[in-house]
């Protein structure tokens, strides 16, 4: 897999996720700095994985996936990233997004790791965005190439749609 930032190549560290294999187990912390285990978390779920909140693109996508939420009220929105658990709060309140969790991923790289998103050269998470199913089955994942381009929202939400129906 060929990840660049800004047209420069970086290093993925830990395991890439494929379709079809379970969501790997990790410990990440809400907002209020209190430990979030993977495996408690259940539902239909959407990780949209962001280097920083604070940036332009990160910014469009997460307030994008705020305003998709209304139409998918049980699915459950998760944006990670390195940001410390206040920046996050901080950043959410400012631009009224209140329908994404997020959750930081800063004191272990514990998500990072085990999803292959955490950039050796940045010490930032690539841009990702992986659906899991009810039974902790990843049905969708992309690393986008481009940490700086969008990720591709279309194929996100038919597969989102394929999944809802076949639960």
């Known amino acids: 897999m060929n990840i660049t930032f800004q047209k420069n190549a970086v ?4 395991t ?3 379709e079809g294999e379970k969501m790997p187990d990790f410990t990440v912390c809400d907002n209020s700095l209190q430990e979030v285990k993977g495996g ?7 990780f949209a994985v962001v280097p920083s909140l604070d940036t332009g693109v990160c910014d469009l996508e997460i307030k994008r996936f705020n305003e998709k939420a209304s139409q998918y009220p049980d699915v459950k929105l998760y944006a990670v990233s390195l940001d410390l658990p ?3 709060a901080r950043w959410c309140g400012a631009n009224g997004v209140n329908a994404v969790t997020t959750l930081s ?9 085990v999803t292959g998103t955490l950039i050796q050269e940045l010490s930032l998470l690539t841009r990702a965005i992986f659906l899991v199913d009810d039974d902790n089955v990843v049905r ?6 481009e940490i700086t381009d969008h990720p591709d929202y279309d194929t996100l939400e038919q597969k989102l749609n394929q999944v809802i129906r076949a639960q």
């Open 11 to 14: 290093t993925l560290l830990g």
């Open 16 to 18: 890439p996720l494929k």
């Open 40 to 46: 408690d978390l259940s539902g239909v779920r959407i």
């Open 86 to 88: 206040f920046a996050q």
């Open 105 to 113: 991923d800063y004191r272990e790289r514990d998500f990072g790791r």
């Open 140 to 145: 969708y994942v992309e690393y986008v190439p």
